[in-house]
């Protein structure tokens, strides 16, 4: 798990720089913050999926808007929920689910709710280990990075005993005398 926290880290610009700090709390905010994942969720959203989904004022606000309006792509987008369904994770709908939301008067709320059905978040850490990250995970994260140091350390100097002729045979005792172990 040690190995997984610091390759996580390390494949995080924001984490890693904050590891190399030595802030891990910054480190553990980072891989929890739910921003920074994000999937796009292709399933068709239908009226009726919106409807069981939303309060009745929320659906009846977003339909409403959508069918009242004059714009053939919001149109084709109101056909396609009352049809087949609409791909939320579509970038062309979810570009327009903020404009259509501001000119239909939807709260920020709305918007946001409408456009997570095509886009869910998620951190980091949950998508990689299903969880949280803790400092206690950062911690092991160091520690493994320091043994693998070491490790690379004593193969690195074992192989130039080796090569240096200061040990010919693999006996633990002569390697750990070539290499001061």
């Given at each position: ?152 350390a004593i193969y ?26």
């Amino acid at each position: 798990m040690s190995q997984q926290v610091y390759d996580l880290i390390q494949s995080d610009e924001t984490a890693r720089t904050a590891y190399a700090a030595a802030d891990d709390q910054a480190v553990v905010d980072r891989l929890n913050d739910s921003a920074v994942v994000v999937h796009e969720n292709h399933t068709r959203l239908t009226a009726t999926d919106m409807m069981s989904r939303y309060d009745p004022a929320e659906s009846s606000q977003v339909l409403g808007t959508l069918q009242s309006s004059s714009d053939p792509l919001v149109k084709g987008a109101y056909d396609s929920l009352t049809g087949n369904g609409l791909d939320m994770a579509h970038p062309l709908t979810q570009a327009q689910i903020d404009l259509v939301g501001a000119a239909g008067g939807w709260d920020q709320a709305l918007i946001d709710k409408v456009k997570a059905e095509g886009i869910t978040r998620e951190s980091l850490a949950n998508q990689s280990l299903g969880r949280d990250a803790t400092l206690a995970d950062v911690a092991a994260a160091r520690s493994y990075k320091e043994a693998a140091v070491v490790i690379a350390a004593i193969y690195n100097d074992t192989l130039a005993a080796i090569e240096s002729g200061t040990v010919t045979a693999i006996d633990d005792a002569a390697v750990r005398a070539a290499i001061g172990i």
